[in-house]
Each structure stands twice: as C-alpha cells, then as structure tokens.
C-alpha cells in the first residue's frame, strides 16, 4: 500500500514561495494589454453599428408608418391573449411530439444496430423508414397525415391535432434515429466486449454501458433538432388548429395591423431561449469532458 | 493421462481429434480444455487445431509473435469471438455445444484488456458493483461492500467515487482486475495487462497477479514480458502458425528451448530488449 502511495506524488507543492519568472510576468503583461484591446475594439465596432443601425431605421421616411403597423402597443396587447392560447398549444404540442420522437428515434437506431439474420427483417424496415420520412418534406406528410387518413372514414380517426403530431413524430423521429445510431457507433467496441466478458447481456450491454455513453454524445445535436421540433411544430395550423402564428393572422386580419406577428415572434423566442440555453450549456460540458479525455 | 494427477507440462498428451468425444476421465482436474479450436477472420486462418488444457490453480503464459493468435484464442475461450471448429470445456461443461448460453458462461469467466476498458461513465465503484448488481442479483450493499473490500486490499479504496479518467493506467488495470474478481471468476483471462503502462507503472499490476497466483486462481496470461512470464508462469507456451509449437515450463520454454522457431522468437525477443 505504501508503495502505491508513492507513486501518486500528482499534484506538486511549490517547496518554497513561488516568484513568477521574468519572463512569467512579461507574458502575462503582454497577454493582459491584448486582451484588453481586443474589448475596447469589438465595444466601440458595436456601439458604431447598433447607433448607425437606429440612426438609419428612426430616420428612414417610412418609419412611423411601420412603427405604427409592427410595434403598435394597443393592438399588441388586445392580441396577446389569443396568441398566448395558441402558444399553450404549440408548447404541449411540442412537448409530446418530443418524446414520442426521441421514443421513435431511439427505439428504431437500436433496432438498426441489431446483428444477425435472424434480426433483417427488422433491420430492413428501421432502414427504409429512416431513408424514407428524412427525405419526405415535412408538410406533404403533414397533408397526408392530415387529410388523408380522415378521408378513409374509418371509425375511431384521431382528431387532426393528434394526426399532425403523428406526422411530426415520424418525420423527426427518423432523423433522431440517425443521431442516435450515430451515438451508438460511435462507442468503441471494447467497451462492448468488456461488458459481455463480465457476463451482462446485450440488453444489459446497451442499456447499462452503450446507450449512456452514446446518449450523452449525442445530446447537443439531439437538443439542438428539440429547437428544430418547436418551429417546425407550428406547422400543424396549416391542417386547422389554431398554434400562436396561426392566432396572430387572425388577429392581424382582424386590425389589419402586424403586430401580433411580432407579438408572436417575441414570444416563441422567449420559449426558446431556455432550450437554446440548455443545448448550449451540454454542449459546452461535452467539449470540455471530450478535450479532458483527449488530454489524458 | 491419469486421473489424479494435475495435469503437468511435460505429460505427453494423447490429442483426440477435434470432433471426438472426450473421455469424461480426461476433465479431472482441468478447468479449461480446448481440442482442435480453429478460427480464421475472413480466409486469414488464424488458430488451426490449437490444444490447450489448463488445469486448476495452474498459470499459463501464452507467448509467441504480434498477430500469432494470442488474444483471437483468449477471446474465443471467453466465447467473445465464435470458434470455426473445435471444442471447449469449462469445469467439464462443453461450453461451445450449440444450446449453450453464452452469457451465463462469461459469468464464469473473467477477463482483463490491454485497454482497461472501464466504462468512462461510470465510478470505480458503479465499474466494479455493476455486473454483481446486474448479472450476479447480489444486493446493493453487498455488492458495494466487496468491493471496497477488494479495492481497500489493491490499495484503492480512497478511488472509489473517482471517474476512470481522473486515474493513472495502472490504477485503472488495477480497477478492471478487482471487477472481474469480485464475481469469483473460475478462470482468469489476462490480455497484455501492462502493454499499455508506463514501465513505472508495471511494477504495481504485476505484484497483484503475483498475488493472486499466491491465492490460487487459475489464468490464462497472454504477454510479451518474458521477465514476468518466468516470474508467474507454471507452464509457458509458445504460439506460432496457428497452434501452440512448444509448451513446457518457463525455465525450459524460455531458457532452453527445443523448437528452432521458439529460439527464433525469443533471440528477437532479446534484441529488442525485452527479455529482462
Ligand atoms: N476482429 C478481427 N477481424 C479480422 N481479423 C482479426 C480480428 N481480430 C484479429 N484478427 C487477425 O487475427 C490475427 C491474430 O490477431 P491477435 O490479435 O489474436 O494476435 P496477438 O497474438 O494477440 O497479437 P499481439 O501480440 O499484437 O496482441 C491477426 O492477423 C489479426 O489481424
Ligand atoms: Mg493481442
């Protein structure tokens, strides 16, 4: 045991008070009056932009007609309480369709990554699926989903809000499986054999060593698509239901006045900026635990 | 071969062909029996008839050339890599009979990779607890109890909560040693365990298989450490074409041997500096 100890002398004590080098303290001078410019000019570029951008727009001959036409502060009040109702919708919509794609995605790049023949037939239909729904355009599903399936008149047809989400759910799912099956690649084998050679199963393999380790990897694209999933979610006012955008035509047919677009706009950004902030923040934690493994 | 006997190296053995049945007397003993592996990765034959009987309490040290079939036989054995002909007994069981689960015979053998292969996102703890927790059902506590039993005994216990990145490679061997311990493994399967530490690191995961020889467990060493081969090794044996050429005590393999291409292998060996 003592022996071991001394093998781990790791982090060495300075034995006595430390003075930085010449040198030391020239670098960091150096590297302190770079830095410093750098700020004082990407501040003043700003600054110059913003102003000259304001100075243009304020002083442009049309500008108190749009003023009045996009940023009407009455019209954006009487608005905003229909278009907040169809945001509501936008975000369960969102939510639902999230998980039942990941579900999709995660369940068809397992089955995509199963060996074997006895495992083709299945393999061949993850296959044709994920090439199929990642080249159909979104909105012709959307229509057939839609309109189509209501036309068989079958007994028991969902409503068109479940069927829009139906066709959101299988066209992102098939592109959350190629990330996922990316993620799954992307595990070395041995990581697979050492788990084999202490008994678990395949199940327990993936679920217990391939699948955290891939889910993690892949989790800044995954949330980045999520981003995707909630713009892309509005579609489904095309087909009827009225979502935040659709509320905000109302309206503006209504007052013949923009602003609840705008209105609209301010706020899916405001539901985006924490999912933004998310993905931003995993994949900040993903890069660095990628260039800790790398420095090993 | 008699029956009471542990099967000793210079025995000469009578090999039955790779599909004769074994004479059931012929398992006394023996914890490992292969007859007539043969394997080969896409037309490359790589193992062709390969013998090998390991009996128990016994070390054997597999040497031979970069690519001569050390680790392909390791990880047939550990059924890893499904074998093209031949047969393997473990305990007497035929493990490569065609209803035979796999898994449930990987839980009776350990095995040990010149990477380490822990899982990264795992603790030491979650690495070693895992397959007791998952394959073996032993209770939480139970299982977290052995092994900081098992890490206190390699000098680790203070890594338990630590990530596998934040340790040395030696430390990490030792850790991926103690998790495939702590399922009490019939026979051990060792991979170049050093190859890929530091000289000053060896020393450390050396004196542990040391230790347990001492204690008894049966291995399967494949090295390249002549050194640690003599140290360890109740029997050494020496792979070339596909089959194992020369085997015998490590003195004898190592020292004197009788195969012209055993010489070959071990004067290279020696120029290269590793025979220490
Ligand atoms: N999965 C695989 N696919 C194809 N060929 C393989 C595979 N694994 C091993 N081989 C081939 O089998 C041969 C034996 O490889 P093996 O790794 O068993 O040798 P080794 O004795 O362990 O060598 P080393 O001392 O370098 O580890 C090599 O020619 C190798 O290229
Ligand atoms: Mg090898």
Known sequence: MTAHKTLEVGGLEPPTEYHPSVWQREREAYRRRQTFRS???????????????????????????????????????????????????????????????????????????LRGPVFFPLRALATLYTYGFRGAPLIIVLYLLVFGVPGLRLSGTPSVLVLGGIALVITYGAYLAEVFRAGIESIHPSQVAAARSLGLTYRQT???????????????????????????????????????????????????????????????????????????????RAARRQSAEGAR | ?????????????????????????????LVLRCRGIRKSFRGNLVLRDLDLDVAEHDVVVLIGASGSGKSTLLRCVNLLEPIDDGTIHLDGEHITAPQVNPDRVRQRIGMVFQAFNLFPHMTVLENITLAPERVHKVPRATAREKAMALLKRVGLADKAHEYPDRLSGGQQQRVAIVRTLINSPRLLLLDEVTSALDPELVGEVLTMIRDLKNEGMTMVIATHEMGFARQVADRVCFLEGGRILEQGPPEQVLGDPVEARTRRFLQRIIEAGRLS
């Open chain 1, 39 to 113: 700020f004082v000019i990407a501040t003043i570029s700003t600054a110059v932009v913003g102003v000259t951008l304001v100075l243009v727009i304020t002083g442009s001959p049309g500008w108190e007609r749009v003023k009045q036409t996009f940023f009407n502060a009455e019209v954006a009040l009487d608005a905003l309480p229909a278009v907040a109702e169809g945001l509501w919708l936008n975000l369960r919509l969102l939510v639902g369709c999230a998980i039942g794609a990941l579900t999709v995605g995660l369940l068809t790049a397992l089955a995509r990554t």
């Open chain 1, 206 to 284: 993936m679920r217990h060593v391939v699948l955290p380790q891939a889910i993690r990897r892949v989790s800044p694209p995954l949330l980045n698509d999520m981003v995707a999933l909630q713009k892309d979610v509005g579609l489904i006012s095309l087909a009827g239901p009225i979502d935040a955008i659709r509320a905000a035509q109302i309206e503006t047919a209504q007052s013949y006045n923009f602003t609840p677009y705008v209105v609209a706009g301010v706020l899916f950004i405001l539901l985006a900026i924490p999912l933004i902030a998310v993905t931003d923040w995993v994949t900040l």
């Open chain 2, 1 to 29: 071969m008699t029956t009471s006997e542990p099967i000793s190296p210079t025995t000469p053995r009578s090999d039955p062909g790779p599909g004769d049945r074994p004479d059931a007397d012929d398992f006394s003993g």
